[in-house]
């Protein structure tokens, strides 16, 4: 389905599963789509409603406007999506990985998504600092490891077609060093698919992220997930939302793994999600016997 968001971009989004089933929103992250919850949807169809979105510029929704690359547009745009596909007085679990759980936090303060967050989960992902703490680069933590980093992630270079190199950098840069060859080849078909300009504008986007006031106005209750071996989004970001968080329901740190948790760790992710809507939302089967 099309949903408009405030600006009236249009966004592509997708429902699967049984209509009556506990929801859940997957929000995807930087130079990702819809296709990077391939693993959770085909699991988690079977007995939930599954609600994924392509961010504007990723995927099938457009590249924005002049002026639409912002953490308000991300908020702009989950509202829309949760207007459309939930019914009234409806709750879902919200699942966000990096850029997603940044989504997550941006929308945090809006009465609207708070009426209809009945849990969240964090992916992957950090409320600031984002490239002051990157360990992409094997330098020590100082200001020219920060303006090299900002250079690297902010590059205007072509990816070009996805190669045995691009995937060993790739793989080094976001996943971790056991990951199986076809999950790299995975993760690198759908990065190297989002649009240079989209990729350069929303890197401008997180490099002067601060959404550490979102954090503290994300009152439901949280889970953090994170990679032992995440160099984008490290540990040290997932332990400073546990602690700033209101109601953290649990920090998990997978040992080995990288960035791209849900792909990487596909059943811890998928089993995460579903004790969130085991213990926040019941089964669609308790909910109709009540």
């Not at 959770?40 to 939930?48: M, T």
């Not at 002067?208 to 994300?218: F, I, N, P, S, Y």
Request: aromatic share 2%; net charge neutral.
């Amino acid at each position: 389905m099309r949903v408009t968001s405030a600006d009236t971009s249009s966004l592509h989004v997708e429902v699967h599963g049984p209509e009556n089933a506990p929801a859940v929103v997957l929000v995807h992250g930087w130079t990702c789509s819809t296709e990077f919850w391939a693993a959770q949807v085909r699991d988690l169809s079977s007995d939930h409603r599954v609600i994924v979105y392509d961010q504007r510029g990723h995927g099938r929704t457009p590249a924005a406007g002049p002026g639409g690359y912002s953490t308000n547009a991300l908020a702009d745009d989950l509202e829309a999506v949760l207007a459309a596909t939930l019914e009234p007085g409806g709750k879902a679990v919200l699942v966000g990985h990096s850029m997603g759980g940044m989504t997550l936090m941006a929308a945090a303060g809006r009465a609207a998504v708070r009426e209809r967050a009945a849990a969240v989960l964090l992916c992957s992902t950090g409320a600031s600092r984002l490239i002051a703490e990157s360990l992409v680069l094997p330098l020590r933590a100082g200001a020219l490891r920060t303006r090299l980093t900002r250079a690297v992630l902010g590059a205007r270079a072509p990816l070009g077609p996805v190669t045995a190199v691009s995937k060993a950098i790739l793989k080094y840069a976001t996943m971790g060093p056991g990951s199986a060859p076809e999950r790299v080849a995975e993760c690198a078909r759908i990065v190297h698919a989002c649009p240079r300009a989209v990729r350069v504008a929303w890197s401008h986007v997180l490099a002067g992220l601060d959404l550490e006031a979102g954090v503290r106005e994300l009152t439901v209750p949280t889970a953090v997930l994170v990679g032992s071996a995440d160099r984008l989004t490290p540990p040290v970001h997932a332990r400073a939302l546990a602690a700033a968080l209101p109601r953290c329901v649990g920090l998990e740190e997978l040992t080995g793994i990288g960035h791209m948790t849900p792909v990487e760790a596909p059943e811890a992710v998928t089993a995460r999600v579903r004790a969130l809507t085991t213990t926040y939302l019941g089964s669609g089967e308790r909910e109709e016997a009540a």
